[in-house]
């Protein structure tokens, strides 16, 4: 059931995020220094004190807060991969809205909305 649901996703998002994974692999290819940001990125998010779950769900709620519409979907994404629950996503959201004010709560809503998506809600 949870692969059936990630098949939810709107054509628009998941396409716009292939297109963003496209364009990163194409920029990774030409830069040594990205390339190395990139090991530094999956060591940095991999499992350690604490689990891939969190750590997604603490980038989305970060996404969110700096209103980074790409970090959104790419980490929700990775959110609903780790296994992280809607309730656990919906935590995560609140939590960025009391760190970000107005702003945050508009770009909640829209990572509200994909949630549901990956979620079928």
């Given at each position: 059931?949870?692969?059936?649901?990630?098949?939810?996703?709107?054509?628009?998002?998941?396409?716009?995020?292939?297109?963003?994974?496209?364009?990163?692999?194409?920029?990774?290819a030409l830069s040594?220094?990205?390339?190395?940001?990139?090991?530094?990125?999956?060591?940095?998010?991999?499992?350690?004190?604490?689990?891939?779950?969190?750590?997604?769900?603490?980038?989305?709620?970060?996404?969110?807060?700096?209103?980074?519409?790409?970090?959104?979907?790419?980490?929700?994404?990775?959110c609903y991969k780790?296994?992280?629950s809607f309730e656990?996503?919906?935590?995560?959201?609140?939590?960025?809205?009391?760190?970000?004010?107005?702003?945050?709560?508009?770009?909640?809503?829209?990572?509200?909305?994909?949630?549901?998506?990956?979620?079928?809600?």
């Open positions: 059931m949870h692969n059936i649901l990630c098949g939810v996703l709107s054509t628009y998002q998941n396409s716009e995020l292939e297109k963003l994974k496209e364009k990163l692999n194409e920029m990774l040594e220094e990205l390339q190395l940001f990139m090991k530094f990125v999956e060591t940095a998010e991999s499992s350690r004190a604490l689990d891939k779950k969190t750590k997604e769900l603490i980038s989305l709620a970060i996404g969110v807060v700096i209103r980074c519409e790409p970090c959104i979907m790419w980490h929700m994404e990775e780790a296994g992280a656990e996503v919906l935590d995560a959201l609140k939590t960025a809205v009391v760190m970000g004010g107005g702003p945050a709560l508009a770009y909640g809503v829209k990572a509200y909305e994909l949630a549901k998506k990956y979620y079928g809600k």
